[in-house]
C-alpha cells in the first residue's frame, strides 16, 4: 500500500467556511497532483507540483489553491466553500521519470451544504 | 486535444466468468498506458503499465494488451471474484518537456461481479 496520506477522509461543512484538505507523502516524492472526482465520473487535475515552492494549474480550473513548502507535504484550501465544490479529492505523488507510476491517497470526500 | 474512452461504462458479471474491457485512446506523443483499479471511496491502484513497445503484461488475473497502432487497450480479467467489484481507469501518459509525464484518464468502466 502507498505511503500517502489524507485528512480528513470526510468532511460536511457550511457555504462559505474556509477549508484546508491535507496530503503527506512519506515516499519522498517530488511530484505530487491534485485531482477532482465527482461520483462515477472521471478524475480531473487541478493542482500539481514539481517539488518545493513549485506549484502549476492543472486542466480543470479550481477555485483552490494549494502550497508546497515542504517536499512531503502538499495541502489544499479552499478560501470560501461552496455547494459546487462538493466533490471528491484525491491526492497522488510520483517519481520523476517516464514510467514514473502516480500513487493515490484514498481521497477526502467533501460535501458543502 | 488528448483524450481515453472506454467501454462498457458499466458490466455485471456472475463469479468466476472472465470479462474484458476495453479503452481507446488519442494521446499525443504517447509514454505508457496504464490501467488502474479503484474502490468505491478509495484512491486508484495500478495494477498494469505497458510501454509503445509492449503488447501485453499480466499481473495475476489481469492481463493487459496494447496495440499502439490502432491506439487500443484491453484489460482481460480471468476467473472473476468479489474483490473485483471496482472502477477500472485507462490512464495514457504522454510526455510533456516542461511538465514531465501528464496523464489523460478515461471514464472508467464500472464492474460488479455477483455470487
Known amino acids: 500500500e502507498a505511503d500517502i496520506y489524507q485528512t480528513p477522509r470526510y468532511l460536511v461543512i457550511g457555504t462559505g467556511k474556509k477549508i484546508t484538505l491535507e496530503c503527506s507523502q512519506t515516499?519522498?516524492?517530488?511530484?505530487m497532483y491534485w485531482y477532482q472526482q465527482d461520483p462515477g465520473m472521471e478524475l480531473h487535475l487541478i493542482h500539481y507540483?514539481?517539488?518545493?515552492?513549485?506549484?502549476e494549474k492543472g486542466d480543470l480550473s479550481s477555485e483552490s489553491t494549494v502550497s508546497r513548502i515542504r517536499t512531503e507535504h502538499f495541502p489544499l484550501t479552499l478560501e470560501s466553500a461552496r455547494p459546487s465544490h462538493t466533490s471528491q479529492y484525491l491526492c497522488?505523488?510520483?517519481?520523476?521519470?517516464?514510467?514514473?507510476?502516480?500513487?493515490f491517497g484514498p481521497g477526502t470526500r467533501l460535501t458543502v451544504l | 486535444k488528448n483524450q481515453v474512452e472506454q467501454s462498457p461504462q458499466s458490466l455485471i458479471i456472475l463469479e468466476g466468468k472472465n470479462c474484458t474491457l476495453q479503452?481507446?485512446?488519442?494521446?499525443?506523443?504517447?509514454?505508457?498506458l496504464r490501467w488502474y483499479k479503484q474502490d468505491t471511496g478509495r484512491g486508484p491502484v495500478s495494477l498494469t503499465i505497458?510501454?509503445?513497445?509492449?503488447n501485453t503484461k499480466s499481473n495475476g488475473r489481469y492481463t493487459a494488451t496494447l496495440d499502439a497502432d490502432t491506439k487500443q487497450s484491453s484489460l482481460h480479467i480471468t476467473a472473476s471474484q468479489l474483490s473485483d467489484s471496482a472502477s477500472y481507469i485507462c490512464?495514457?501518459?504522454?510526455?510533456?518537456?516542461?511538465?514531465?509525464?501528464?496523464?489523460?484518464f478515461g471514464g472508467g468502466t464500472r464492474l460488479m461481479v455477483k455470487p
Open positions: 497522488a505523488s510520483s517519481e520523476y521519470g517516464r514510467r514514473g507510476e502516480q500513487f
Open positions: 515516499m519522498g516524492h517530488d511530484k
Open positions: 507540483s514539481y517539488g518545493v515552492n513549485s506549484t
Open positions: 479503452c481507446n485512446y488519442t494521446v499525443s506523443p504517447f509514454s505508457n
Open positions: 505497458m510501454t509503445f513497445s509492449e
Open positions: 490512464v495514457v501518459s504522454s510526455l510533456n518537456n516542461n511538465a514531465g509525464n501528464m496523464l489523460t
